[in-house]
């Protein structure tokens, strides 16, 4: 497991506060990677993933900034992939990758062109709707990035189509609205494989919000096993009052390891990197058998 970091806080330590899901301006995070990795200081992270969607382009200049400021934060290489499962937009996260490593490489650039091809069919379905100037208002927005339908919402609230990003997706961007437009993602399998090839560990990303009843999620976390999966999300900063609970529960009885993460995209007063962030008694930690390195990826 390779960590770009500093040489504190010291790996393993009790005190070590890690967030294992983050987002920049790589896709739809509002930071760009350098005030990333100052904010996770600031809120005392000690190892942070970045893990932005389908892109690892957000990686090389957090390291730098890591390096420039000798800041006491370890790094992890990480990227969330998109997935299609029975037909369930599933996301896995992946923790420890090698970023140039060729099968890493070729899926994701598969997934830029599934992505792109994908948002400019969003933005003429808009368009025949009257909105003109979509795509090209999520592109400007995406800021050289990974194009997401949060980039839609956040131009459909630029121009005054709706007062919220929540408003946007309701009445435009969810299943079976306007704009919405079916994805076709790699496999789970595909996900695992060039996670697997590139070094890492594939974790289940924030399992309780996929909208799948209990036999429907176990039935995930099973499938997710048997391809060979390492670990799931059990802690986030927002759960329901026994969901992280159920989800260490879960990860027993698949014999997954446990990941936790804030998916932070913004400051805001309820997602905060770190925050709420601990996992329950009796799981195996996704880090246990992380070591400390010293590299700086340039």
Not at 114 to 138: C, P
Not at 208 to 226: H, P, Q
Request: hydrophobic content about 40%; charged content about 20%; overall charge negative.
């Amino acid at each position: 497991m390779t960590l770009l970091a500093t040489e504190t806080p010291e790996l393993g330590s009790a005190f070590t506060l890690y967030d294992l899901h983050s987002h920049t301006t790589a896709s739809d995070g509002y930071l760009t990677p350098e005030a990333l990795v100052s904010r996770a200081v600031e809120m005392r992270v000690g190892v942070l993933a970045i893990t932005d969607h389908d892109t690892t382009d957000g990686l090389a200049r957090a390291a730098q900034a890591i390096a420039a400021q000798n800041l006491p934060l370890h790094l992890v290489n990480g990227v969330e992939i998109s997935t299609l499962w029975e037909n369930h937009e599933i996301h896995i996260v992946g923790l420890g990758i090698d970023p140039s490593h060729p099968a890493m490489v070729d899926l994701l650039a598969l997934q830029t062109s599934l992505r792109i091809e994908r948002a400019q069919e969003m933005g003429r379905r808009l368009e025949k709707a009257r909105i003109e100037g979509a795509w090209e208002g999520a592109l400007r927005l995406a800021q050289n990035g990974a194009v997401t339908r949060a980039h839609f919402a956040r131009y459909l609230v630029e121009i005054g189509k709706c007062d919220t990003i929540a408003q946007v997706f309701k009445k435009y961007l969810a299943k079976g609205k306007t704009g919405y437009v079916p994805p076709h993602w790699c496999t789970i399998e595909q996900a695992i494989a060039a996670i697997h090839q590139s070094g890492g560990q594939a974790v289940v990303a924030h399992p309780g919000r996929y909208d799948l009843s209990t036999k429907w999620l176990k039935r995930l976390l099973a499938y997710f096993a048997e391809q060979g999966g390492d670990a799931m999300e059990v802690a986030q900063c927002q759960q329901g009052p026994n969901e992280r609970t159920q989800l260490a529960a879960f990860a027993r009885d698949y014999n997954l390891l446990a990941s936790q993460g804030s998916d932070f995209h913004q400051p805001c007063s309820w997602i905060e990197l770190g925050r709420k962030l601990w996992l329950p008694a009796g799981v195996e930690p996704v880090w246990k058998d992380w070591t400390q390195t010293a590299t700086i990826t340039e």
